[in-house]
């Protein structure tokens, strides 16, 4: 998806996790392909997902094979991804940033600490955003500059509810690398899980 201008719409998520060739660009494509089913043509302009890794030693490789593979079990497009080390910079232009885990949660602490409030391992923010009152936030609707309202809106919310917590140890997403296709699938089926609510009350049907 093509790169959004920094400071206004699109909603702009981040997924970290480590090398960024298996759990965060399954969850890039994986909520990429969720908006467009609920919004279509309006999907790009509306939200903007992507992701990176803390480490840059696969930067510029392809997405790990059997996490395509699973995506593509899934009709998930996964064509075209390039691996890239995360930067302060992806993290000053995202509204929301989902990591894998705890660990790389506290690695963005150290490299951007006003990133913090808006940034949750993945578990954790569909465990949270279960707990809010939809009805609260700014209304559904109003095209893209709504999307991003209500987005902005959610994770302030998200916040206040997590008020101070740390992540528990179920909210983690093991790493499948190296696995069979049993744990990618298992990976995917986590992610959707997360996605799902986030969807759910990002962009009610």
């Keep these: 998806m093509t790169q959004p201008a920094a400071g206004g719409p699109p ?3 981040l997924h970290v996790c480590m090398g960024n060739i298996c759990r965060s660009p399954m969850a890039e494509r994986m909520l990429a392909h969720a908006v467009r089913r609920r ?5 790009d302009a509306s939200v903007h997902t992507e992701s990176a890794g803390t480490g840059g030693w696969h930067a ?3 997405m790990n094979p059997p996490a395509a593979r699973e995506l593509g079990r899934r009709g998930v497009e996964h064509g075209g991804f390039r691996a890239r080390k995360l930067t302060g910079a992806h993290l000053d232009t995202a509204d929301l940033v989902l ?3 705890a660990e790389q949660l506290r690695y963005i602490g150290g490299l951007r600490p006003d990133a913090l409030p808006r940034t949750f391992v993945l578990g954790e923010f569909g465990r949270l955003v279960r707990r809010l009152d939809a009805a609260a936030l700014p209304p559904a609707g109003g095209g893209a500059q709504g999307v991003h309202a209500r987005g902005v809106a959610l994770v302030a919310a998200v916040d206040a509810a997590r008020a101070g917590e740390d992540p528990r140890p179920g909210d983690d997403l093991d ?3 190296g696995l069979d296709a049993s744990y990618f699938t298992l990976t995917a089926d986590e992610i959707n899980t997360s996605v799902d609510a986030l969807i759910e009350v990002l962009l009610p049907a």
């Design 60 to 62: 510029g490789e392809p």
């Design 175 to 177: 790493d499948p690398w």
């Design 11 to 13: 909603f702009v998520v």
């Design 99 to 101: 990591t894998a885990t």
């Design 39 to 43: 919004l279509g043509a309006a999907a």
